[in-house]
T-cell receptor, first 113, second 114 residues
Framework: DGGITQSPKYLFRKEGQNVTLSCEQN?????MYWYRQDPGQGLRLIYY???????QKGDIAEGYSVSREKKESFPLTVTSAQKNPTAFYLC????????????FGPGTRLTVT | GENVEQHPSTLSVQEGDSAVIKCTYS??????FPWYKQELGKGPQLIID?????GEKKDQRIAVTLNKTAKHFSLHITETQPEDSAVYFC?????????????FGAGTRLAVHP
C-alpha cells in the first residue's frame, strides 16, 4: 500500500528533552510538510521541503528542526527550546506538479510533562 | 498576512439534513481550494477540491462552490449521514517566497445525529 506513515502514534517526553518524530512516505512525492494541530485551531505549517537536502521554515518553526536526507523521509525534531511542544503533529506530502494536493499521515500525539 | 476564515466552528444537524461550511480567504492570487475531512485520531483526508477557473464542483453528496470576486468558497453536504461526523478543514493555496503552501481554516466540527 502506498501512503505516509508516522511513528509512534503516541509519544511522551519529559520537559527539557529533545524528541524526533518519524515520517516516511512511499508515494514517490517530492515535497513533504510538517504541521502542528492544536484544539480549535487549523493546521499550522512548521517546516516544508520541496526536494531532498532542501527545506524551508514555515509559520511556526521556532523550537523545531528537520532534515531531508532521503526523498522518502522527513523527520522532525522538537527541541527543548519549543515552549509549548504538547500537540498533535501531522506530516504530509505532495507530488511535483500538484503541490497543493497534500496527503497526510495519521499523526503523532506528543505529550511533554 | 494571508489567512483563511472558516465558519461555523461547530455544526449539528439531523441525519438527512444538509450541512454548509463557509470559508473566506485573503490572498487574491489563491487558485486552489481543497477541503479535508479529519476523523477522530486520524490525519486529514482530501475529500474534494476546486480550482479558480471553476465555480462549482460536485461529487455524489458533496459539492463545493467558489466566488472569486467575493473570495468565498463553501462546502455543501446533502443527505447527511452519521459517518459524515468529523472535523472539516478548508484551505487556500498561496505562493510564498517562490514556494507553494496551503493556508488552512480553523476547522468545523460537524455532528450528524441519527
Amino acid at each position: 500500500d502506498g501512503g505516509i506513515t508516522q511513528s509512534p502514534k503516541y509519544l511522551f517526553r519529559k520537559e527539557g528533552q529533545n524528541v524526533t518524530l518519524s515520517c516516511e512516505q512511499n508515494l514517490n512525492h517530492d515535497a513533504m510538510y510538517w504541521y502542528r494541530q492544536d484544539p480549535g485551531q487549523g493546521l499550522r505549517l512548521i517546516y516544508y521541503s520541496q526536494i531532498v537536502n532542501d527545506f524551508q521554515k514555515g509559520d511556526i518553526a521556532e523550537g523545531y528542526s528537520v532534515s531531508r536526507e532521503k526523498k522518502e523521509s522527513f523527520p522532525l525534531t522538537v527541541t527543548s527550546a519549543q515552549k509549548n511542544p504538547t500537540a498533535f503533529y501531522l506530516c504530509a506530502s505532495s507530488a511535483q506538479g500538484a503541490p497543493w494536493e497534500q496527503y497526510f499521515g495519521p499523526g503523532t500525539r506528543l505529550t511533554v510533562t | 498576512g494571508e489567512n483563511v476564515e472558516q465558519h461555523p466552528s461547530t455544526l449539528s444537524v439531523q441525519e438527512g439534513d444538509s450541512a454548509v461550511i463557509k470559508c473566506t480567504y485573503s490572498d487574491s492570487a489563491s487558485n486552489y481550494f481543497p477541503w479535508y475531512k479529519q476523523e477522530l485520531g486520524k490525519g486529514p483526508q482530501l475529500i474534494i477540491d476546486i480550482r479558480s477557473n471553476v465555480g462549482e464542483k460536485k461529487d455524489q453528496r458533496i459539492a463545493v462552490t467558489l466566488n472569486k470576486t467575493a473570495k468565498h468558497f463553501s462546502l455543501h453536504i446533502t443527505e447527511t449521514q452519521p459517518e459524515d461526523s468529523a472535523v472539516y478543514f478548508c484551505a487556500a493555496s498561496i505562493i510564498s517566497g517562490g514556494y507553494n503552501k496551503l493556508i488552512f481554516g480553523a476547522g468545523t466540527r460537524l455532528a450528524v445525529h441519527p
